[in-house]
């Protein structure tokens, strides 16, 4: 079982950034894909970023690559979302969420893919 908890959610201005923090229990941290979605207000969850177990393979949206960087400490149970440039459509609940993953090399990008989630954290992009 793995519990996840997201931190680092709040109100920015447009051209602002935020760094989103994933904090995951368990001693089995580094054999997880972890992955980050987000949700806006009548739209269905999307997929956002997603980071192998060793954080060697990174996948972004589309449209958001060169804007966002997902990353991971191991040795903190931890993965990060650093969000640049933000922009009124950020908008969303970020969720972060977690697949056992160990030697894959294909990183999941698919809600369906992914066993663990956390509950989210609100992020608010004034303009």
């Known amino acids: 079982q793995v519990q996840l908890v997201e931190s680092g959610g709040g109100l920015v201005q447009a051209g602002g950034s935020l760094r989103l923090s994933c904090a995951a229990s368990?001693?089995?941290?580094?054999?997880?894909?972890m992955g980050w979605f987000r949700q806006a207000p009548g739209k269905e969850r999307e997929f956002v970023a997603a980071v192998s177990w060793n954080g060697g393979i990174t996948d972004y949206a589309d449209s958001l690559k060169g804007r966002f960087t997902i990353s991971r400490a191991n040795a903190k149970n931890t993965v990060y979302l650093q969000m640049n440039s933000l922009k009124p459509e950020d908008t969303a609940v970020y969720y972060c969420?977690?697949?056992?993953?160990?030697?894959?090399?294909?990183?999941?990008?698919?809600?369906?893919?992914?066993?663990?989630w956390g509950q989210g954290t609100q992020v608010t992009v004034s303009s």
């Open positions: 969420a977690a697949v056992f993953n160990l030697l894959s090399t294909v990183v999941p990008s698919r809600e369906s893919e992914y066993d663990y």
């Open positions: 368990g001693r089995t941290f580094s054999s997880y894909a």
